[in-house]
């Protein structure tokens, strides 16, 4: 045990090699540049989804929140358009499809008729009671001849 | 980008501890200058990303493996070779006056390749960065106990490579 940590502190003691001293400008020099080109000069190596989510960035970050109202009052005209829209649409739908009555249906209404028919007479008959072919009198003659009758 | 002097200070500080880390990882001197640009150049893009961090050294560290990693792997097979042929002729520790000790250096850097990458980037950090497992682990994001096993394995394969000099030391 106590060999292993000599053999491990003379590892330990050992000094690292230095970085050529040449590489600091370069190297610092280098990140100055990339930085104040990105993001445009660092589309290198990246991936087309990138490299348009970092341009449409540069686009938009200067007035979000111009972006941001423009692109609701797009949202509100298409919801506006589609609910204008739409339920004409669904009418018509409606309307195109055709009508289905099952026979239990039918049964029903054929009933309502009846009951009405019983309850208001027949409908030929008021039809006769007051024709519309008939010839048009002033009321004032209309009225007299129901004070004869 | 951070103020010239905020980033010749982080330069200043840490460009020697990256630049040997980078070296015994890589095992290539033109690969660490290139990582070593590039965790700068990030820096100077994102100097939030540093301001954030409580510790700069393991922060940068960590960087500088993430972007070693990609560069190997964007090398594939072609770091292969030059790893097998290059490795000897490397030295990751300065330079020494007296021919023994010289000859240890040598030989401690050329048993450094001979360990798999995973176990040489735990050795490194453990021996010359002085982290503790937990740190280490937090930088390799890997288990605690994986890096203790990986330093084990490590030390005892350098032990074994480097027994004849070890034997003088004892």
């Known amino acids: ?40 000069s660092t589309d290198r190596g990246q991936s087309p989804s990138r490299i348009l989510a970092a341009r449409l960035s540069g686009i938009l970050w200067p007035h979000p929140r111009a972006w941001a109202g423009l ?31 099952s026979p239990e249906m039918r049964e029903l209404l054929k009933q309502q008729e009846q009951l009405l028919a019983e309850l208001v007479g027949p409908l030929g008959a008021r039809e006769a009671k007051h024709p519309d072919s008939a010839p048009h009198q002033p009321r004032s003659q209309i009225y007299l001849e129901s004070l004869n009758t | 980008m951070p103020p010239d002097s905020e980033l010749e200070r982080l330069y200043d500080q840490h460009a020697t501890a990256l630049f040997a880390f980078l070296l015994n990882f890589t095992r290539d001197e033109e690969d660490s200058r290139e990582v070593l640009q590039e965790v700068f150049v990030r820096i100077a893009r994102q100097p939030e990303l540093i301001r954030t961090t409580r510790d700069e050294r393991s922060f940068l560290i960590r960087l500088a493996h993430n972007a070693a990693v ?17 490795r000897e002729e490397l030295s990751i520790f300065a330079a020494a006056a007296d021919p023994d000790e010289a000859a240890f250096r040598a030989a401690l850097s050329t048993a450094l390749g001979e360990l798999p990458p995973d176990q040489r980037t735990v050795v490194h950090l453990k021996l010359w960065e002085g982290l503790t497992f937990v ?30 000099f070890y034997e003088e030391i004892k």
């Open chain 1, 1 to 40: 045990m106590n060999g292993e940590d000599q053999f491990e502190k003379r590892l330990q003691g050992l000094p690292p090699r230095p970085v050529p001293t040449s590489w600091r400008e370069g190297i610092l020099r280098s990140a100055r540049a990339e930085a104040v080109a990105a993001p445009g």
């Open chain 1, 71 to 101: 692109a609701a009052l797009w949202l509100v005209v298409l919801a506006l358009n589609l609910a204008a829209h739409d339920p004409a649409g669904a009418a018509q739908e409606m309307a195109d499809r055709p009508v289905r009555q």
């Open chain 2, 70 to 86: 990609d560069l190997m792997r964007r090398r594939g097979t072609r770091q292969q070779h030059h790893e097998q042929f290059g």
């Open chain 2, 135 to 164: 740190e280490i682990a937090g930088i390799l994001n890997l288990p605690p106990n994986t890096a203790a096993s990986r330093y084990r394995y490590g030390l005892d394969k350098l032990r074994d490579l480097l027994r004849p």
